[in-house]
C-alpha cells in the first residue's frame, strides 16, 4: 500500500495538470485588472480650451477626458446616471463626424457605464459645445501628439 500512494499520488497530479483550466481544482491568479485609462495633460486639454473634470458640456458634464490611444482622444460625459463617450479625432476620410472644425472631427463613441444610456439629444449638444470651445482655441493651440484621423493605422502603444 505504501509503495502504491506515491503512484496514485503522481497519476493524479498529471492528471490535473493537463485538465483544462476550468476544471482545475489549483487555478492560478485570475487575469490582471484592467488599468485605467491615463487622463489627458494640459497638451490635450489646451485644443478643448482647458476643459477638465467637472466641467459643463452642453447638459452634460466632463467626468474623464482620455489621453490620445489609438490616435483618439475620448471624453467621458455624464447627464444624472447616464453615461456617453465622444471622440475627437484629426479630419481624415473616415466616417462621417457630428461636428468638425478646421482640424478635428467629433464623433459619439456611445453609451459608457451600466447605467441607462443618455439621451442623443443631451450628447449632441455636448459634442456642439465641445466643437465651439475647439473652434475658440485651434488656431493658437499647436496639434497633440498622438492625435490622428479616425481610422488611421496608428503605432501600438
Do not use: H, W
Not at 496514485?8 to 481544482?25: D, H, R, V
Not at 477626458?65 to 471624453?75: D, F, N, S, T, Y
Not at 481624415?92 to 459608457?112: M, N, R, V
Not at 449632441?124 to 475647439?134: G, Q, S, V, W
Request: net charge positive; charged share 15%.
Amino acid at each position: 500500500m505504501r509503495r502504491a500512494f506515491p503512484a496514485l499520488f503522481l497519476a493524479f497530479a498529471t492528471l490535473i495538470s493537463g485538465c483544462n483550466e476550468k476544471y482545475n481544482p489549483f487555478p492560478g491568479p485570475g487575469p490582471a485588472p484592467t488599468p485605467p485609462p491615463l487622463e489627458a495633460g494640459p497638451g490635450v486639454t489646451a485644443i478643448f480650451g482647458g476643459l477638465k473634470k467637472g466641467d459643463p458640456l452642453g447638459t452634460a458634464q466632463v467626468v474623464l477626458i482620455e489621453a490620445p490611444k489609438k490616435g483618439l482622444v475620448r471624453i467621458t460625459i455624464s447627464e444624472g446616471d447616464a453615461q456617453a463617450v465622444l471622440i475627437v479625432a484629426l479630419q481624415g476620410d473616415g466616417p462621417l463626424p457630428i461636428a468638425s472644425t478646421k482640424k478635428y472631427a467629433l464623433f459619439s463613441g456611445g453609451l459608457a457605464g451600466k447605467q441607462p444610456g443618455m439621451a442623443g439629444e443631451s450628447i449632441t449638444k455636448a459634442i456642439e459645445a465641445l466643437a465651439e470651445r475647439i473652434k475658440a482655441s485651434e488656431d493658437a493651440t499647436p496639434t497633440p501628439a498622438g492625435i490622428t484621423a479616425y481610422g488611421q493605422k496608428t503605432a501600438p502603444m
